[in-house]
Nanobody, 126 residues
Framework: QVQLVESGGGLVQAGGSLRLSCAASERTFSTYAMGWFRQAPGKAREFQAAINWSGRSTAYADSVKGRFTISRDNAKNTLYLQMNSLKPEDTAVYYC???????????????????WGQGTQVTVSS
């Protein structure tokens, strides 16, 4: 069982930046592909970004490509999401997830995640 704890959310003005972190409880973190998802009120949870176990392969949703950067530090068991040029439509609860099974280098559906964090709120004001 891998426990994931997100941090770094908050309130920011449009055009601003935030860096989310996701700390994992187990050294097996380094064996999982990891991802970030978000869920806005009344909407389904959506894929945002993913990274393979080594950090050499990443994937992004079209809506955040060029603005968000996913990275990981396996020595610290931590996943990151750098979010720049934030927009009001980025407002949501952001979740980190560990993928279940092999990773093909693209996005994945929420049900393909083995473990989830509790989420961190990001609010972007206009």
């Amino acid at each position: 069982q891998v426990q994931l704890v997100e941090s770094g959310g908050g309130l920011v003005q449009a055009g601003g930046s935030l860096r989310l972190s996701c700390a994992a409880s187990e050294r097996t973190f380094s064996t999982y592909a990891m991802g970030w998802f978000r869920q806005a009120p009344g909407k389904a949870r959506e894929f945002q970004a993913a990274i393979n176990w080594s950090g050499r392969s990443t994937a992004y949703a079209d809506s955040v490509k060029g603005r968000f950067t996913i990275s990981r530090d396996n020595a610290k068991n931590t996943l990151y999401l750098q979010m720049n040029s934030l927009k009001p439509e980025d407002t949501a609860v952001y979740y980190c997830a560990a993928r279940r099974g092999p990773y093909s280098g693209t996005d994945w559906a929420p049900h393909e995640s083995a473990y989830w964090g509790q989420g961190t709120q990001v609010t972007v004001s206009s």
